[in-house]
């Protein structure tokens, strides 16, 4: 009696053994894909805080210089801390303005800073008829500020839950205390 229950209990063993092996695979992937993914959610809220902060910010000024674009560009990498934003984001300022002359909006100026990463504004070029977001139309006399912002996400494991690419946001304010029209240089 005492070596069927050794036996018994030594093929209960097997047999956890046997569905342990064929488990883990699939909860390790779940794990690792759940880091992944939080990682992702979390790079997705400070590049959208970039992008805002920066159209807000941008928004409040009367005018504005290429040096203070340079300073408040330079608060994006502090937003994205503790995680690197210099090589791997761009944030992208674009002011737009509808003249009443035109038949179309044009991009009056546009500025590029923040990190080394190299990307084309979605928006356009300066000069040119600008893409406008979510089908906006602009007024005559209305000017815009459009705030782009990419970064390069990158997942820790190849675990197939999250790709590899870029996080693009876009945020759009209209300036409060008169249009920006131009960027000096100073």
Do not use: C
């Amino acid at each position: 009696m005492v070596r069927r229950n050794q036996l018994r209990h030594r093929g209960q063993r097997g047999i956890a053994a046997v569905e342990l092996a064929l488990v883990f695979p699939i909860l390790l992937i779940l794990l690792l894909g759940g880091m992944d993914m939080t990682r992702y959610m979390l790079y997705h809220q400070k590049v959208e805080r970039i992008t805002f902060s920066v159209a807000d910010i941008v928004a409040q000024s009367s005018s504005i210089t290429k040096v203070q674009m340079d300073d408040i560009v330079l608060a994006a990498g502090q937003i994205m801390q503790p995680f690197n934003f210099g090589a791997d984001g761009i944030v992208i300022v674009t002011s737009v303005y509808k003249d009443p002359a035109q038949t179309y909006p044009t991009i009056r100026w546009q500025y590029v800073g923040g990190g080394g990463l190299a990307r084309a504004s979605k928006v356009g070029i300066v000069n040119g008829t600008p893409a406008l977001p979510n089908g906006l139309t602009l007024n005559d006399k209305d000017n815009v500020i459009i705030t782009e912002t990419y970064y390069v996400f990158a997942p820790t494991f190849n675990s197939g839950v999250v790709a590899a690419g870029d996080i693009y946001k876009e945020a759009v304010y209209k300036p409060r205390l008169g249009a920006l029209l131009s960027l000096p240089n100073s």
